[in-house]
């Protein structure tokens, strides 16, 4: 799940557990610790209120026990709530949807190099996969985690590798790691050699990628 949608999320608890006790007010035995520390960071962007000390003695009155926690949206948060609620929810690619596809996250740096990539597709004897281009081009950012998105195939995905492979051997070798980390995928040539058929794919002009699960 998204930031945002995350955000939404804990905003609509709220909503809903407030307007359920008549006072507007969710307490601590309502939501689980980790839930409480994500209203406590949406407070400091304005969109929560937490109950101040005189708050809680008046939901101690009300509840007949001490109420340590209290959250409640402000109405900026009321407001982004009924804003993201009243958007169309947008229809899922067909890449989204295809199961032969995996989502890849890429951090800046990972995706300038790709662009570089797949922006010498017509100087390199090993071009970049089919459609991988058009993926790139396609992908949008999550800005609250700094991530490019993609729905990549095995073939595209060996190919990401390849272009963070002659990233590496013209500098960085941070994004080529990254990831082989994240998703068990890395060029060598030295294997790739020794595999007929990745040899035979990039003679026709595939990728000549090989990867490890």
């Known amino acids: 799940m998204r930031s945002w949608e995350r955000a939404l999320s804990v905003l609509e608890a709220l909503r809903e557990r407030g307007q359920a006790a008549g006072h507007g007010w969710t307490l601590d035995t309502e939501l689980l610790p980790p839930h409480q520390q994500q209203v406590n960071a949406l407070e400091n962007q304005g969109l929560v209120e937490l109950a101040s000390r005189e708050d809680r003695a ?7 026990r001490p109420v340590r926690w209290a959250a409640r949206l402000t109405p900026y948060g009321h407001d982004t709530l009924a804003y993201a609620q009243s958007r169309p929810r947008p229809e899922p690619t067909p890449a989204e949807t295809d199961p032969d596809r995996q989502l890849v996250e890429l951090i800046p740096s990972q995706m300038a190099a790709l ?3 797949v ?7 090993v071009p970049p996969a089919e459609g991988l281009a058009e993926q790139v081009r396609a ?6 985690i700094k991530r490019w998105r993609l729905y990549l195939t095995p073939e595209q995905m060996e190919s990401v590798a390849y272009g963070l492979w002659l990233h590496r051997m013209t500098g960085s070798a941070a994004e ?38």
């Open 139 to 144: 992908a949008s950012c999550d800005h609250g």
């Open 119 to 125: 922006g010498l597709a017509g100087g390199l004897r």
């Open 58 to 64: 008046e939901l101690s009155a009300l509840e007949g």
């Open 115 to 117: 662009r570089v990539f």
């Open 176 to 213: 080529a790691n990254r990831f082989a980390r994240e998703y068990g995928v890395e060029h060598s040539p030295a294997r790739a050699s020794d595999n007929p058929s990745a040899a035979g794919a990039a003679a026709r002009g595939g990728t000549g990628v090989s990867g490890r699960a």
